[in-house]
């Protein structure tokens, strides 16, 4: 009795495994099925896509040969399209260019994002002038994010890809080494790596440290630089975060000039509102 139930247990699992054994090779055959008419739909859709380009080349083609304007009616669509493409890239850098205020000094063109408050001047402003006001601080601290983006916009609506191979970042550098780093160094890196102009960075080094423009007595300002030639032939784009008078920057420009800048041009960040 005992053999006769081990055998109908055998017997049982070995059914189970055969039944199991059938499924596996069933779905197999189906996923199988499922894969080859995937392949023959995708096969089915590049031979449509191929005849259908066939086609529209024999009827080019063929309207080249039945249409002897052709060519110059294709000509004249390409010009179109390009003329239609270097006015919305004209477009594109008047938007940039017009984000920006302009003005002159000391004979040099130059722009800026917004009107600077000073808080001990200015304790109460608006929402936004605050976060202006926050911006310069950040950047100050060495935040270059900001700034990095504005001197893009700044670059790009006011040059060409092809002039910016010819234009040069340079900042105002700050008191100490020190800040100028931390503000400077990795944004004219950045810039550089963006858009087609030369990191200028180096081109102003700083001899010695001194003390803030704005507690110096003396109103030289560019007695502790020194100044590459390398800008000679060169546009420089004289960066700095916040202009007052203008007279660091009238300096700077100045001693560019004279070591061989064609033209310099100053971006600020912001420029300090007066009473």
Known sequence: MGLLVIAAIIGFFWVCSKISQA???????EARARREAEQRRLREIQERAAAEERRKREAYLQRRRDDPYFDMMERQKEEREKEAKRQAELTRRRNLAAQFKYITLGGHKAAYCFDY???????????QQEADRRAVWN????????????????LDGNFTKEEMKNVVVCVIPASTQYKNDIRYKTMCAKIAEKLPVINGYNYITINTDRSDSRTQKSSDTVWNLSFSSSVRGKTVVLFDDITTRGTSFIQVANKLKEVGASNVHGFFLGKTLSY
């Open 23 to 29: 499924n596996r090779e069933q779905e197999e055959r």
């Open 117 to 127: 408050y000073p808080k001990n001047r200015f304790p109460s402003v608006t929402a």
């Open 139 to 154: 950047f100050k601290d060495g935040s270059y994010s900001y700034g990095l983006n504005r001197l893009a916009d700044f």
